[in-house]
């Protein structure tokens, strides 16, 4: 069964303690793996796009790695406005389309 | 600067009642998706549509109808909303006829069914 699990489910930092998030999934035909952030009441934003193992994009304190099994989303000194869901999701063809499946999502709290 | 743009942002509702849910984007984009999310799940694809005149059904459809007879716009209608369609709906846009690189999401729809 195509599935994307990301861990831990929540995960509390103090600031400047730096951590990282899971993603593995198992698809079969994987086409892309993405990383949204999603503020409480609003919808996700997209971070990043990774197409094959081996592959790594950075945004200031984010840094986003890809095997074949599983991402992992960096954090370097998070300061508290990185506190957000982190959602990941990753693109196969199935049934006819380009789907999306995606995690239920890491709930991070950076406090000062 | 718009982009997608959600109507109502919250909505309660009868058991029974039917209502729809307004999804516009201004950048042109073929494709248009509509999404729930629920606590502890991840988000999952109700429709979608690659273009004018073409939808296609996702992974939870039952239960909504949508259509698209214009680029812009993509309604999903819940005819006779049930407790189960509790939940935050996400409507999304890509450029290309499928889900291309970004997808841009609105700013969700909270519907509460009692």
Redesign the interface.
Known sequence: EDQ?TQSPEALRLQEGESSSLNCSYTVSGLR?L?WYRQDP??????LF?LYSAGEEKEKERLKATLTKKESFLHITAPKPEDSATY?C?V?MFSG??????????TRLAVHP | NAG?TQTPKFQVLKTGQSMTLQCAQDMNHEYMSW?RQDP??????IH?S?GAGIT?Q?EVPNGYNVSRSTTEDFPLRLLSAAPSQTSVY?C?SAPGG??G????????SWLTVV
């Open positions: 994307v892309g993405f009441g609003k919808g996700p934003e997209f796009t959602l999701a693109r006819g389309y380009n789907k999306l499946i995606f995690g239920a999502g | 997608v999404y502890g799940m991840g988000l999952r694809l979608y690659v296609d996702g996400f999304a499928q889900a690189n970004t997808i841009y999401f609105g700013e969700g």
